[in-house]
């Protein structure tokens, strides 16, 4: 006896264990790996001309068995291997990653159930035993798979005549609170299948039995016989007109095809007829899959070309930044017998990409104008995807899409568009500001804003790593520039008297200030009177094309400690701290070093970036209590 892996361990106790009422959808899980495994035969068919085929030899037939209550799904599909049975049915394909796992352990089955489409294992929902025989395409041995569940599975030789596999499946015996009968009666599967495999493209089909009337002698008498049917319209949805399809059948699809486990917040029907013809179904997910923001995830749609499936995912038809979208695209001027590697150079292809990224933003600009709320879920979900799309190629796709931006707005308290901040714009307002932090919270707060909202300016909060990068990339909004709280010029006209003023204060100062600059050495540029704080003692500002945000994201990446941010120490000179500097200044020049070595760290602390010495901090705190 074999060992399951660990996590295909787990996730088949809770298979086994499961309390999931909607045991129904295995068979729709089944079904649809019958349906992928004659996909990949089709397609070898279809393009290698040394197999002879017959549209007809492609099949999903299903066998129920009230007496032995045993359920048989069977396909004329490309088969499994002996090795291929032990690594696809002995570990979970999906799981690799660590995210899984956490998420095995964090959720309760039913979310794991509903959420992930657990695959051939759900079959363990309703069954005591498990056995697969399969012969692959090309090998001349079968071999079977038996498993009851988590203590193993054994493999062995077997006899099958034909390529392809059977799921043979021994139904749970009824208990007081389950009722599995109609997992093995004919009524019961016909409606599971209706429901969940309509669309397959494949016949599927089982025996039904039925009625007639017989002449027996004079007498007529009623006699039952068993007559194959098709259960399945075979019509696969995208060929439907939208007329005829409800929103229910759009997301019973996208689950079918486990492009999410959450209900999609918007899908896109498109016909497109002319000189290139095409059909695609695509869907904007609510919620990012678990490795949406890693490496391991791969963008991509199904393509089929005229109902033939020939690529799982094929990532050229999507931009990066559209790269959650999921969905189907079919079209007759896509050839079956051209190679993956020619495919993507295809004028075709780069047509239909076209279009399909063209309406897939026309959705977005939709959804933001008349669906700000459903706009705004996205937002949250896929919002940096849309913010690396600018900031990456150098801005090559920035007029794409600045317009499907939002960012937090200071003053009205909810997210803006650009062209809504642009609208808002005060009078004399020369700039859009934006200031960094790691929450709203935190930027609330921000000693650094307070002379932009003195003005009653609106502030753009830019909390994600990727924003202000984005933001540098853009560079200005239909003729206005953008402008961080920090940077030193904000643009704001002084009034003569306060302007006045400052350059008397660093007249008077100036010994102070150079003082200042010599205690904190090359941390900083200079020292000087701010202009922008009314309340708070102190902030850095800083100078030239890297801001202190930006110092701190870079300092996160191997190889970029080196770069730093041209810092500026800022006092406010309407603050009693003042009065305190040009006393120490004047009769105490070890308190003035103090005070300064203070001061800049507590600024370090407001922008969040880490003081470079903590424990001679707090003892320098202490030594001016002390004094
Ligand atoms: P998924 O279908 O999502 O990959 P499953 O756990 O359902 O996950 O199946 C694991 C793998 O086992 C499939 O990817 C496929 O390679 C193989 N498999 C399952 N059922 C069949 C089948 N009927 N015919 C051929 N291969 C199959």
């Not at 290698?48 to 004329?76: G, H, M, P, Q, W």
């Not at 701010?530 to 110092?551: A, D, F, W, Y």
């Not at 009693?576 to 760290?601: H, P, Q, R, S, Y």
């Amino acid at each position: 006896m074999k060992e399951f892996k660990a996590e295909s361990k787990k996730l088949l106790d809770l298979m086994i264990n499961s309390i999931y009422t909607n045991k129904e959808i295995f068979l729709r899980e089944l079904i649809s790996n019958a349906s992928d495994a004659i996909d990949k035969i089709y397609y070898k068919a279809l393009t290698d001309e040394s197999i002879k085929f017959n549209r007809e030899d492609f099949y999903i037939k299903i066998k129920a068995d009230e007496e032995k209550r045993t359920l048989t799904v069977s396909d004329t599909g490309i088969g499994m291997t002996e090795e291929e049975l032990e690594n696809n049915l002995g570990i979970i394909a999906k799981s690799g990653s660590l995210d899984f796992k956490q998420e095995l352990e964090m959720n309760s089955s039913i979310d794991i159930i509903g959420q992930f489409g657990v695959g051939f294992y759900s079959a363990f929902m309703v069954s005591k035993k498990v056995t697969v025989i399969s012969k692959a395409f090309g090998a001349d041995k079968a071999y079977k798979w038996e498993s009851s569940g988590v203590e193993g599975f054994t493999i062995s030789e077997a006899e099958k005549d034909t390529v392809g596999t059977d799921v043979i499946m021994e139904i749970k015996d009824n208990t007081d609170e389950e009722n599995y009968d109609e997992f093995i009666k004919e009524y019961g599967l016909r409606d599971i299948i209706k429901k969940y495999s309509d669309y397959i493209r494949y016949p599927i089909k089982m025996g039904v039995t039925k009625s007639r009337i017989v002449e027996e002698g004079e007498e007529e008498k009623v006699e039952s016989y068993v007559e194959e049917e098709t259960l399945n319209s075979m019509v696969p949805i995208w060929r439907k007109n939208r007329s005829e399809l409800k929103e229910e059948d759009y997301i019973e699809y996208y689950k079918d095809r486990h492009f999410g486990f959450d209900k999609p917040l918007k899908y896109i029907h498109m016909n497109v007829d002319g000189t290139l013809s095409f059909k695609a179904i695509l869907y904007l997910p609510e919620t990012p899959p678990f490795d949406f923001y890693t490496r391991e995830y791969e963008k991509g749609l199904e393509l089929y070309s005229s109902g033939v499936l020939i690529m799982q995912k094929c990532s050229d038809l999507l931009p990066d930044y559209f790269s959650f979208v999921k969905g189907v695209v079919d079209s007759e001027d896509i050839s079956l017998n051209i190679s993956r590697e020619v495919l993507q150079h295809t004028r075709e292809l780069k047509a239909i990409a076209k279009k399909i990224e063209d309406r897939i933003k026309q959705e977005l600009e939709n959804m933001l104008q008349n669906d700000r709320e459903a706009y705004e879920k996205f937002f949250e979900s896929f919002g940096k995807q849309l913010k690396f799309g600018v900031y990456q190629n150098f801005g090559m796709n920035k007029s794409t899409l600045q317009d499907l931006l939002l960012f937090y707005s200071g003053k009205e308290k909810k997210q803006l568009s650009f062209k809504e901040y642009k609208e808002n714009m005060k009078e004399g307002q020369k700039y859009i500001y934006y200031a960094t932090g790691d929450s709203n919270d935190s930027i609330d707060k921000l000693p650094q804003t307070e002379l932009v909202r003195s003005k009653d300016f609106d502030i753009l909060y830019l909390t994600d790593e990727v924003d202000e990068f984005s933001i540098k990339v853009i560079n200005e909004y239909d003729g206005v520039e953008f402008r961080s709280v920090s940077s030193d010029d904000l643009g704001i006209e002084e009034d003569e008297e306060k302007k006045e003023e400052i350059e008397k204060v660093t007249k008077e100062n100036e010994g102070l200030f150079k003082d200042m600059k010599e205690i904190l050495g090359d941390k900083v540029t200079s020292v000087i009177p701010s202009k922008k704080l009314t309340s708070s003692p102190v902030c850095l500002s800083s100078e030239g094309e890297i801001s202190i945000e930006m110092e701190k994201i870079l300092s996160h990446m191997p190889n970029n400690e080196q770069v730093k941010a041209k810092k500026i120490l800022e006092i406010n000179p309407n603050h009693k701290v003042f009065d305190t500097l040009k006393d120490a200044e004047k009769n105490d020049k070890d308190k003035l070093k103090l005070l300064t070595g203070i001061l800049f760290d507590q600024a370090r602390l407001i922008e969040g970036l880490p003081i470079e010495d903590p424990v001679k901090y707090t003892n320098d705190v202490v030594e001016l209590m002390n004094r």
